[in-house]
């Protein structure tokens, strides 16, 4: 199993999507789908990194990152990603999410 830590390329500068008020963001949710087709959704925040274990090696996971408001709807969302979970620790770099693979 593997332990990832995700992280949402953003510059310093792109904090909340263009033309959403800063009243109404609420920060970052990242949805995550298992190989099975079930999902898991840590916290949403305003942090752009998330630290995640349980990735089986081998197999391809998607992974959905939305910027939401504060009802948490989402505003926003990057393309789907689909990772597969390499066997040794690696970086990995898509669409606008960076993938440290421990």
Not at 7 to 28: D, K
Not at 37 to 65: C, K
């Amino acid at each position: 199993m593997r332990t990832a830590t995700i992280t949402l390329q953003v510059t310093e500068a792109a904090t909340r999507p263009e033309g959403a008020p800063t009243a109404a963001f609420g920060g970052f949710r990242l949805t995550i789908t298992r190989p099975d087709g079930s999902t898991a959704t840590p916290p949403p925040g305003l942090s752009t990194t998330w630290r995640i274990g349980n990735f089986a090696e081998g197999q391809t996971y998607r992974l959905l990152v939305e910027a939401i408001d504060v009802n948490g709807a989402a505003i926003q969302a990057l393309p789907p990603v689909d990772v597969v979970v390499p066997m040794v620790p690696t970086f990995t770099r898509v669409d606008g999410v960076a993938i440290d693979w421990d």
